[in-house]
C-alpha cells in the first residue's frame, strides 16, 4: 500500500481589522470554553416559575375513549393539568398551514410519543412523576409503522407527488445497450443536539407573551404562539441568543415546547419552561426522513449513462411537517453531479404513524444523492470501469449536457475539476491499486476506498423565504451593534456577520457586538436553514451598513469640504481628503449634526423561482461544489470497520472565515458518515421507538473519527453570483462527503467476488449490515 500523503490545510489567514476571508475566532467561542455561553436552561428564573413536561400516548395509532387525570392532578405540587380544550386559540401547528398536526392530541392518537397533555408543577420533577399517573383508555387502530406496510395499505401520502421529468425515460431505457435496477434503503437520523428542546416564556401586560426559545425560527415560533394564544403577533416577541446545537431539527419542532410553555404561563399568570428530557425528545420529534429508492438505469459499455429512472419513497410520519419540501429536495439532487440524457424522478412521501420526520442537515439532498451514487457503482462494477471514471464522465457540462430534471442551466459545474484536483493531490489512482492487491492476501480485514462529489443548490426551494433583516446602530461612541433574522446554532453565523460589520466600517471586532435574534427588532424572518443563513442576513447587514455609511460619506464630504470619493473607512480610521479622523470622532460629529445612525437591512435572493405544479424552475440561485475521498477497513468476522483516511477538498468560494468553514466541513463530514454507518433508528411492532436515549441510539465519537483527516478549501474559486462578498454556503453540502464512506466500504464489500458484482450496501452499514451484506456476496459465488 502506497504511503499516506499528508495534504497541508488552507493556511489560515491572519486577523486583519475590516479585512475579507479573516478567520476570526467564533464570538461565543471563550463563552463556550469558559461555559459562560447562556442557553435556555441556563437563564435567570423568574420568580414563581412553573415548569411544564407533557404526557405522552402509549399508542401508535388509536382512538382516545377516555382520560382520567384526577391522580395527576392530586400530587402536591401540581398546579394544572391542561389538554387540547385549554388552548385559547389554535389547537393547530402545521408548519406549512396543512392543518393536520394538533399540538395536543384530541380524540386521536397518531404516533407513540405522541403529547397528550401537559403537567404544569412548581418544579420539573414533580411534573415528570405526576405525568406518569394518568390513565388514558384507548381504541386500537390499523398502524402504518414503515414504507413497505405504508404501499400495502394504499399508501396515503402527506403531501402531493413530485415528478421531474426531461426526455423520454422509457424510450432512452429501451434503447440503451445495457440496462440494470435495483433498489437501495436508506435509514433516518435522530438530530441529537446538545442542548434539547427548551422554550421559556413569561407574560407581561395587556396580554404580552415573551417567549426565549431554542429556536431556528424564531417568526414561525411567534406565529404559532400567537395562533394558539388567539392574540395578534404584535403581543408575542420570541428571542434567541444562541442554540446547543440544531441541525433542522429546531426548525418546525421546536414550536412545540414554545406554544406549551406559552399556554401554561397563559393559563397561570406565571412563567412557565418546559425543557424535555432526552427521552421525551427523541420520542416526541422527528427524524431525518429514511427512503427507499428504486432505479432503473440504461448505460452504455463506456459508462456513460443514459436514461435514469427513480421511485423515491420516504417514510414521512403521522403529519405533513415539512415533509413535501424535504422529498421534494431529494428528487433536487438525485442526479447529484451527473447529467442523465432521459431522466425522470417521482416522489412518494408516505404517511405512517411514527413521529412527523422533519428538517434535517441537507433537508432530502443527502438521500437522493445516496441513490446517484449507486447508480455509479453499479455501472462502474457491470462495465469494469474505476468508478472515479465514471463519475467524470458523466458530469455536467457547461455549455452543453447542462439542463437539470427540473430544467435549471447549470451554469458553473466544476466537479470535474474538484474530483480531478483531489485526486492527484490523495493519490487516489496509486492507492486504489495497492488497495486492491493488498486485499487479494487478506482473508478477513478487506479495504476500500471511493472518492465521491457533491453539487449542492443552494436557496430556499420556498421562494418566499429567500428573504432577510437586519437592523444596525452606531452609537455616539462609535461602537456598533448588529442584529439580524439569521439564528447561531454553532455554526459561526454571528460571527460572519460581525466580520461583515468590521470589514465595512473598518474596525476592530471589540467595536462590533452581535446581539440576540429577537422578533422586536427584525420581523418576519425566514428559518436559518437551508444553508443560507450567511448568504441571505450577511447580504441584510451588509444593506444596512452601507446605508449608514452613504449618511457618513456625504456628511464628511460636505463637513470637511471634500469629494465622497475621497472618503474611505480603513482600519486606521476614516480618511476625509488627507486626514485621518477616529471612527468614533466622525459618528459623534454625525450625532450632532443630525445624522441617523441606525438603518434596517433588507435582502432578496435574485433570478430563482419554481413551479411545483410543473416540476420546472430555478430553484437554486447556484452550486456549492466539494469531493471527498475515503479509505476504509472492514473486518469480515465482526462486521467492525474504520475511517482510515478522509481527504476532501471543499468549495466555499470566498470563505468569510476559512477557520470556521474548516470546522463545518469536518463536522458535517462526521456527521454524515455517522448517518451511513453507525446511527441506527429502531421501532418495534408497537410502534414504539426503541432507540430513545445515548444508551441505545449511537452517533459517533472521537475514537470514530479518520486516522488521517487533511480538509482544504478550493483556491482561487470566488462565487460567480453576486453573493456575500462572493463566499458560498457552508452548512449542508460538506454533510454530503459522508457519502464516500459509505461507497468505500461497498468498495472493500466487492473484493469478495473479484469487482464484478454490485454489494448493494444499504444504510446505515452497521457491522449487522456488514455481515448480512457479506454473507449474501459470498452465497453468489456458491454453485
Same mark, same amino acid.
Given at each position: 500500500m502506497s504511503e499516506a500523503l499528508k495534504l497541508e490545510p488552507m493556511p489560515v489567514a491572519p486577523i486583519v481589522p475590516g479585512g475579507a476571508s479573516t478567520s476570526l475566532r467564533h464570538e461565543s467561542a471563550r463563552m463556550h470554553v469558559s461555559g459562560s455561553a447562556a442557553y435556555i436552561d441556563d437563564l435567570p428564573e423568574p420568580q414563581g416559575l412553573l415548569h411544564v413536561v407533557p404526557g405522552l400516548s402509549t399508542k401508535a395509532h388509536a382512538r382516545i375513549v377516555s382520560m382520567d387525570l384526577e391522580a395527576v392532578r392530586a400530587v402536591p405540587g401540581v398546579v394544572c393539568v391542561l389538554t387540547a380544550a385549554d388552548i385559547p386559540g389554535e389547537n393547530q401547528i402545521s408548519a406549512v398551514g396543512k392543518g393536520d398536526e394538533p399540538l395536543l392530541a384530541e380524540g386521536e392518537v397518531c404516533f407513540y410519543g405522541q403529547p397528550v397533555f401537559v403537567v404544569v408543577a412548581e418544579t420539573r420533577g414533580v411534573a415528570r412523576r405526576a405525568a406518569k399517573l394518568a390513565k388514558i383508555e384507548y381504541e386500537d387502530r390499523p398502524a402504518v409503522l414503515n414504507i413497505a406496510q405504508a404501499r400495502d395499505a394504499g399508501g396515503e401520502l402527506v403531501w402531493r407527488p413530485l415528478v421531474m421529468s426531461r426526455g423520454d425515460v422509457e424510450a432512452g431505457l429501451a434503447a440503451a445497450p445495457r440496462r440494470l435496477s435495483g433498489q437501495v434503503t436508506i435509514g433516518g437520523q435522530e438530530h441529537f443536539y446538545l442542548e434539547g428542546q427548551a422554550a421559556l416564556a413569561q407574560p407581561g401586560e395587556e396580554g404580552e407573551m415573551r417567549v426565549w426559545?431554542?429556536?431556528?425560527?424564531?417568526?414561525?415560533?411567534?406565529?404559532?404562539?400567537?395562533?394558539?394564544?388567539?392574540? #395578534? @403577533?404584535?403581543?408575542?416577541?420570541?428571542?434567541?441568543?444562541?442554540?446547543?446545537?440544531? !441541525?433542522?431539527?429546531?426548525?418546525? *419542532?421546536? /414550536?412545540?415546547?414554545?406554544?406549551?410553555?406559552?399556554?401554561?404561563?397563559?393559563?397561570?399568570? %406565571?412563567?412557565?419552561?418546559?425543557?424535555?428530557?432526552?427521552?421525551?425528545?427523541?420520542?416526541?420529534?422527528?427524524?431525518?426522513?429514511?427512503? &427507499?429508492?428504486?432505479?432503473? &438505469?440504461?448505460?452504455?459499455?463506456?459508462?456513460?449513462?443514459?436514461? &435514469?429512472?427513480?421511485?423515491l419513497a420516504a417514510r414521512c410520519g403521522w403529519a405533513a411537517d415539512l415533509s413535501g419540501p424535504v422529498v421534494d429536495r431529494a428528487l433536487f439532487h438525485a442526479d447529484n453531479a451527473y447529467f442523465y440524457p432521459d431522466v425522470r424522478f417521482r416522489s412518494e412521501p408516505l404517511k405512517t404513524n411514527t413521529q412527523s420526520n422533519t428538517a434535517y442537515r441537507g433537508f432530502g439532498g443527502p438521500q437522493g444523492i445516496v441513490a446517484a451514487e449507486r447508480v455509479i457503482e453499479e455501472i462502474a462494477i457491470a462495465t469494469g470501469l474505476d468508478p472515479l471514471d465514471v463519475r467524470v464522465r458523466?458530469?455536467?457540462?457547461?455549455?452543453? %449536457? /447542462?439542463?437539470? #430534471?427540473?430544467?435549471?442551466?447549470?451554469?458553473? @459545474?466544476?466537479?470535474?475539476?474538484?474530483?480531478? *484536483?483531489?485526486a492527484e493531490r490523495c493519490?487516489?489512482?496509486?492507492?486504489? *491499486?495497492?488497495?486492491?492487491?493488498?486485499?487479494?492476501?487478506?482473508? !478477513?480485514?478487506?479495504?476500500?476506498?471511493?472518492?465521491? #462529489?457533491?453539487? !449542492?443548490?443552494?436557496?430556499?426551494?420556498?421562494?418566499?423565504?429567500?428573504?432577510?433583516?437586519?437592523?444596525?446602530?452606531?452609537?455616539?461612541?462609535? @461602537?456598533?451593534?448588529?442584529?439580524?433574522?439569521?439564528?447561531?446554532?454553532?455554526q459561526g453565523l454571528h460571527t460572519k456577520m460581525v466580520q461583515i460589520a468590521m470589514r465595512e466600517f473598518g474596525l476592530t471586532e471589540d467595536r462590533v457586538r452581535i446581539t440576540a435574534t429577537t422578533t422586536g427588532k427584525v420581523p418576519n424572518t425566514s428559518a436559518t436553514a437551508a444553508s443560507s443563513g450567511a448568504d441571505l442576513n450577511g447580504m441584510a447587514v451588509l444593506d444596512a451598513v452601507q446605508k449608514i455609511k452613504a449618511r457618513l460619506v456625504s456628511f464628511a464630504a460636505e463637513h470637511w469640504s471634500v469629494a465622497e470619493e475621497n472618503v474611505r473607512f480603513l482600519p486606521e480610521g476614516v480618511r476625509v481628503g488627507e486626514e485621518v479622523i477616529p471612527f468614533p470622532e466622525l459618528t459623534k460629529a454625525a450625532y450632532f449634526a443630525r445624522v441617523s445612525l441606525s438603518a434596517n437591512g433588507f435582502y432578496k435572493t435574485p433570478k430563482i423561482s419554481w413551479n411545483a405544479a410543473t416540476g420546472r424552475g430555478r430553484p437554486f440561485y447556484y452550486f456549492a461544489y466539494g469531493a471527498a475521498c475515503a479509505e476504509v477497513a472492514v473486518d469480515l468476522l465482526t462486521g467492525e470497520n474504520r475511517i482510515e483516511r478522509v481527504d476532501i477538498l471543499h468549495d466555499a468560494g470566498q470563505s468569510l472565515n476559512p477557520a470556521i468553514d474548516i470546522g463545518q466541513i469536518e463536522g458535517g463530514f462526521v456527521q454524515g458518515a455517522g448517518w451511513l454507518t453507525m446511527e441506527e433508528l429502531v421501532w418495534d411492532e408497537a410502534g414504539r421507538l426503541r432507540t430513545h436515549a445515548p444508551s441505545t441510539y449511537k452517533i459517533p465519537a472521537c475514537s470514530d473519527r479518520p486516522r488521517i483527516f487533511n480538509v482544504a478549501l478550493l483556491e482561487n474559486s470566488p462565487n460567480q453570483e453576486a453573493t456575500i462578498f462572493r463566499s458560498k454556503a457552508v452548512g449542508e453540502p460538506p454533510f454530503v462527503h459522508g457519502v464516500a464512506v459509505l461507497q468505500a466500504m461497498s468498495d472493500a464489500l466487492a473484493s469478495l467476488n473479484a469487482y464484478k458484482t454490485c454489494p448493494q450496501l444499504d444504510a446505515p452499514a452497521t457491522p449487522e449490515q456488514i455481515l448480512r451484506t457479506a454473507e449474501r456476496m459470498r452465497s453468489q459465488l456458491q454453485p
Open positions: 426559545s431554542s429556536t431556528q425560527h424564531p417568526t414561525e415560533t411567534q406565529h404559532m404562539v400567537a395562533h394558539c394564544l388567539h392574540v #395578534p @403577533s404584535n403581543l408575542v416577541t420570541v428571542e434567541v441568543r444562541r442554540m446547543g446545537g440544531a !441541525f433542522g431539527g429546531k426548525e418546525s *419542532q421546536a /414550536n412545540t415546547p414554545a406554544c406549551l410553555a406559552a399556554i401554561a404561563a397563559h393559563a397561570t399568570g %406565571r412563567a412557565a419552561k418546559m425543557r424535555l428530557d432526552r427521552d421525551d425528545d427523541m420520542m416526541m420529534t422527528g427524524k431525518r426522513h429514511d427512503f &427507499v429508492i428504486d432505479y432503473d &438505469v440504461g448505460f452504455d459499455g463506456e459508462g456513460n449513462i443514459l436514461a &435514469v429512472d427513480m421511485v458523466n458530469v455536467y457540462g457547461t455549455g452543453t %449536457r /447542462n439542463i437539470t #430534471p427540473y430544467h435549471m442551466t447549470v451554469e458553473d @459545474s466544476i466537479a470535474a475539476e474538484v474530483m480531478t *484536483q483531489l493519490d487516489y489512482r496509486e492507492r486504489r *491499486q495497492a488497495l486492491r492487491e493488498a486485499n487479494k492476501s487478506s482473508p !478477513f480485514i478487506k479495504r476500500g476506498i471511493a472518492l465521491t #462529489p457533491v453539487k !449542492f443548490g443552494i436557496s430556499f426551494t420556498a421562494t418566499h423565504y429567500n428573504q432577510a433583516g437586519a437592523l444596525v446602530h452606531i452609537y455616539t461612541d462609535g @461602537s456598533v451593534q448588529v442584529n439580524h433574522g439569521g439564528t447561531e446554532m454553532g
